[in-house]
């Protein structure tokens, strides 16, 4: 508080009615809040300064002291330059001068020096407003400036958001894969494990088999060949 120029006290105004946590201490969230109340104060104090402090001033004719100083020097554009002090003087002789031709009845010399008048007090307007083009360019400038940097900086700023939530999303997605691939090896797993299992025959096919020792034992090999192959067909078509 002292460092920003207010009383010390004043923290304890601003502290209090808000709301601490458990622990009796303060949130970031509240210290924006005080934060932002101070710099409230600090701006309405600024404009009551300002306010106290505020010349007469007319927004195109400029101050009135400049006015009355200047006269018809200053351009009517609202933002002004102040005149070159030596020009000022030497159109003041000038225009004593011309009195003084019309005093003395000597016209064509005081035509001369109106015409010498209005000729330099042309070219120091002239000059000023170039001066505050040149201003009000340079002006633009800056804040062209000042507007590509904040565009850089939000564009750095996004690609560093887009950086990171790239990674988060190629891990998401390389866990998603893994999740994926085993529960694949799982799957392939208990299938083997039921195909390994033995296969229960049907009663028809139990027979034949019978059938088939039967006919070997008794040597009749053809028909037991025959019906060996039925017994194999069978076989795979039950275990299918």
Not at 34 to 51: F, G
Not at 103 to 125: H, T
Not at 173 to 190: A, D, G, S, T, V
């Amino acid at each position: 508080m002292k460092s920003l120029g207010r009383d010390p006290n004043e923290a304890q105004e601003l502290v209090e009615g808000l709301q601490l946590d458990s622990d009796n201490r303060l949130s970031f969230e509240e210290f924006l809040k005080i934060m932002k109340n101070l710099e409230n104060r600090l701006v309405a104090k600024q404009n009551e300064q300002e306010d106290d402090n505020e010349e007469d001033i007319d927004p195109v004719e400029g101050t009135l002291e400049d006015r009355n100083k200047f006269g018809a020097l200053l351009p009517r554009t609202g933002v002004h330059f102040l005149p070159d002090s030596k020009v000022v003087d030497f159109l003041r002789l000038l225009n004593d001068y011309r009195k003084k031709c019309c005093s003395d009845m000597n016209l064509p010399e005081a035509r001369r020096a109106q015409l010498k008048f209005d000729d330099l007090k042309n070219k120091e307007m002239l000059r000023q407003l170039q001066n505050m083009r040149q201003a009000q360019e340079q002006e633009l400038i800056t804040v062209e400036s000042a507007q590509r940097s904040q565009f850089l900086e939000f564009s750095g700023a996004w690609d560093n958001y887009m950086s990171d939530y790239e990674a988060t999303a190629y891990l998401s997605l390389e866990k998603l894969k893994e999740k994926h691939q085993l529960e694949i090896q799982q799957l392939h797993e208990r299938l083997r494990a039921e195909a390994s299992q033995k296969t229960t025959h049907s009663r028809r096919l139990m027979e034949n088999k019978d059938k088939v020792r039967k006919l070997t034992f008794s040597k009749r090999y053809e028909e037991a060949e025959i019906l060996c192959m039925q017994c194999e067909q069978m076989e795979a078509e039950e275990a299918q």
